[in-house]
């Protein structure tokens, strides 16, 4: 049924497979962070951070004054990036635009 051959590549592709979940599983992927804060509470996130600061406009200042123009933090149990630099804003605009063929359904 399979050739010599086949049957070698066949073993290679699992063998590259294989490496590549063992890989993933030990070490993780390798995906980028967005630098910013850790949840300090569970349910709430920061959430009580955001009341320390004053208000969600003062949170956001101190926010992007000690992470930079892309930071994230908890809101909840939900991870939010705040973009506060018009430049990065208009390099992303258009990451949620998508044919309106894909909604038709609904």
Request: avoid cysteine; aromatic fraction near 16%; hydrophobic fraction near 45%.
């Amino acid at each position: 049924m399979f050739t010599d051959k086949m049957n070698l590549y066949l073993q290679i592709v699992i063998g590259f497979v294989v490496a590549y979940l063992i890989k993933v599983y030990f070490f993780g992927t390798d995906k980028k962070k967005i630098p910013g804060l850790k949840s300090t509470s569970k349910e709430l996130g920061n959430l009580e951070d955001m009341g320390k600061a004053g208000s969600l406009h003062e949170f956001l200042l101190e926010l992007h004054h000690k992470f930079g123009n892309i930071a994230s933090f908890w809101f909840g149990t939900t991870q939010i990036v705040s973009i506060s630099s018009a430049h990065y804003i208009r390099e992303q605009q258009n990451i949620f635009d998508r044919p309106p063929i894909l909604f038709k359904l609904f």
